[in-house]
């Protein structure tokens, strides 16, 4: 895989954008520094003639640009996701700068990996529930008493900074990803189903203990991410989950005999 290519595996995913002049916008900014994949996820108005305006003859991008209606949907095949902010929000996770974030994104792709760049709609950024399907968040360093982005100007830093690691490999000052898995990661997809076996396992050994589950579930999904588990280790973790669900059953017909 080489630099050339790596606008092939790096999507800027747009969260419920509001306006359409900011979708046409952000495809602008995209195009002038080589990125090509938009994909968009429950927008308010699309298509619409002031996203045709705003793009400024960036209209390709807006043509073949995939409209979800959910988030999990727009990851399927993703490998690692970068949740955008200009503040910090109260989900912990692994905060970088956009330097460092399209540093870490542009390695990724590079190595062969899916990657998803997620920025949120004009008035509220993303959610926590959507900042905690990402592997790390990017802030923004804005002033703190004025922290309000514009969607599409955002999405033009990160394709700046994304367009200086292609040029620096090019010149031969590229680094790869060191901590690329001997296999691929397992896409946000496949997580999402783990995490969804998880869920009903942890309860059917009874390990809440009737405490409310949010906080540990919460935990485990930030360490299964940062693990990044391959496909074939999420096929034992399923695997250890059956089984556990299975003695649980067990026991619990004994009780009732």
Known sequence: MNAASFQ???ACVLVRPQHPGNIGAAARAMRTMGLMRLVLVAPQRFPDPEAIALAAGADALLDAAPVHASLDTALAGCTLALGLSARRRGVALPELDPRAGAARAFAHAVAGGQVALLFGNERA??????????????????VEDFSSLNLAQAV???????R????AQVQGAGAGDADAPAEPPADLAQMEAFFEHL??????ID????????????RLRRLFLRARPSLRELRILHGILADAERMAQIARDRAVE
Request: hydrophobic letters at 45%.
């Open 125 to 142: 950024g993303l959610e926590n529930d959507e900042l905690a399907r990402c592997h790390a968040m990017v802030r923004i360093p804005s």
């Open 8 to 10: 092939e595996r790096i």
């Open 207 to 218: 390990f809440h203990k009737g405490r409310a589950p949010f906080t540990i579930e919460r």
């Open 164 to 167: 200086l690691c292609a040029l």
């Open 199 to 204: 869920w009903p396992a942890l309860h059917a």
């Open 156 to 162: 033009q830093v990160m394709a700046y900074e994304l």
